[in-house]
């Protein structure tokens, strides 16, 4: 990944994260938590591709495990937002932009739900049984809600600032010099430069010229 998408990606990621466990873990509200984390995990993936998406997903889901009050094993989390986030970053679009809004709020759906699922079945493996004695079901139901509200407050600002952050202003510099070069031989081959200068040449001859019949008719005159 480039400079400017790991600054972008560890200046949201960790903003997320901050916010979800600091203001949203706190809301009591029945079931699941929204998942900031995991949608702005969604919005860089579907800018970044699957590959960007994978290295962002397993760098916020383990900054999650680390952070307090995490109860679980370290890495569960990190694996399940990896797979999440390799998964959404094949629902890139291909020129980048998104037609229209359903594609995203599916993506959103299904990572919710998919989110649960392997959180749930990662943590029965490791022997942890949370998820049955809250249910799962409502569980699911709540996380899908929660996360599709909030999606369009979150996904379309964080996809508009990865892209944005796409254009790195050290490239645009050196584009813009490579342009600028490309401009400047282009206005020399069309020969714009060279009939600058052989217009002055060309009005400094017909001076000349001018000069001289004046000194020919001038001379003339006094012969006559």
Known sequence: MRVNRILLSSVLVVVALVV???????????????????????GLALVYGHVGGALVGFGAGLLADIAPPADHAAGRYALVLCVIGYLAGLAKPDNGRLRTASGPML?????????????AGVGALVGDTAARHVGLGSL??????????????????????????????????????????????GWLSSGTGLRIGS??????????????????????VKRL
Do not use: H
Not at 157 to 183: C, F, I, Q, Y
């Open 20 to 42: 979800q466990v600091c203001i949203l873990s706190r809301l009591q509200l029945p079931g699941a938590v929204p998942d900031l984390l995991l949608l702005t995990v969604l």
């Open 107 to 119: 993506v959103v759906v299904a990572a919710a739900v998919g989110t649960t699922l392997l959180y």
């Open 140 to 185: 699911l139901f709540t996380a899908a809600l929660y996360d599709l509200l909030l999606a369009p407050f979150v996904v379309p600002g964080v996809m508009a600032l990865a892209r944005r952050a796409e254009n790195d202003p050290l490239a645009d510099s050196a584009g813009g010099g490579s342009k600028a070069t490309d401009v400047s031989a």
């Open 199 to 220: 217009q002055r040449g060309g009005l400094r001859m017909k001076a000349v010229k001018a000069r001289s019949a004046r000194a020919g008719r001038i001379k003339g």
